[in-house]
């Protein structure tokens, strides 16, 4: 498997433009999550879906971000207007069942929003 | 709920030398317990994990660390620190919710 795939790898954006960021799980896993990692905060979970339903949103920073998984081996998160201060990396994991299991993650998309 | 304290943000070692990387956890219910590692521009990786089971664990790269429920706590170690250890290290737990909780990370630093 080629593991967890995001695209793209890098975006520059200019601050109230839309971005959408993808994310490919891992074939069989029935669990998403989308993480960002910025140096003051760490890694931040946002939202995760287990069997392609939202779970917990609770980390999603305020509502220009949205997240959807229409199926099995797609997911976006979507910042819609985009601000300097959402210039992070992000990334998608995933996993299958529960307890011991890990989590698979992405290379990232680093957000550069100017 | 769960968390996470990981003790030393940087932590510098000598080639050759021990590494230990501290951390220590919270949850209410038994822990899942992971160690991931970020090279620089990368995702993470999976180091090693405690589940149930022997409290020693072994993971890739020569990589172990030790379960103390008394201590609430799951140090890394290896005894041998290698130029290409150097990179972010991250602890996780996971209790009763599907997510993991990480650590703040502890960059290793490793002198020739």
């Known amino acids: 498997d080629a593991g967890v795939i995001q695209s793209p790898r890098h975006e520059v954006t200019e601050m109230g433009q839309e971005v959408t960021l993808r994310c490919k799980p891992i074939s069989g896993h029935n669990s998403l999550f989308w993480y960002r990692q910025t140096m003051m905060r760490g890694l931040e979970l946002l939202i995760y879906?287990?069997?392609?339903?939202?779970?917990?949103d609770s980390g999603m920073p305020e509502d220009r971000f949205s997240a959807k998984m229409p199926n099995a081996s797609f997911s976006t998160l979507k910042i819609q207007p985009s601000e300097p201060r959402d210039s992070a990396v992000y990334f998608c994991?995933?996993?299958f069942g529960q307890g011991g299991t890990e989590a698979f993650f992405g290379q990232g998309t680093r957000l550069t929003v100017v | 709920a769960q968390s996470v304290t990981q003790l030393g943000s940087h932590v510098s070692v000598s080639e050759g030398a021990l590494v230990l990387l501290r951390c220590n956890y919270s949850s209410s219910v038994p822990p899942y317990l992971f160690w991931y590692v970020q090279y620089p521009n990368q995702g993470l990786q999976l180091l090693l994990k405690y589940t149930t089971g022997a409290t020693l664990v072994k993971g890739i790269n020569g990589f172990e660390a030790e379960f103390k429920k008394s201590e609430t706590s799951f140090h890394l170690t290896k005894p041998s620190a290698h130029m290409s250890d150097a990179a972010e290290y991250f602890c996780?737990?996971?209790?009763?919710?599907?997510?993991?909780?990480f650590g703040s990370g502890t960059q290793l630093t490793v002198l020739p």
């Open positions: 996780a737990v996971r209790g009763s919710a599907r997510q993991l909780t």
């Open positions: 879906f287990n069997n392609n339903v939202p779970i917990d």
């Open positions: 994991a995933s996993s």
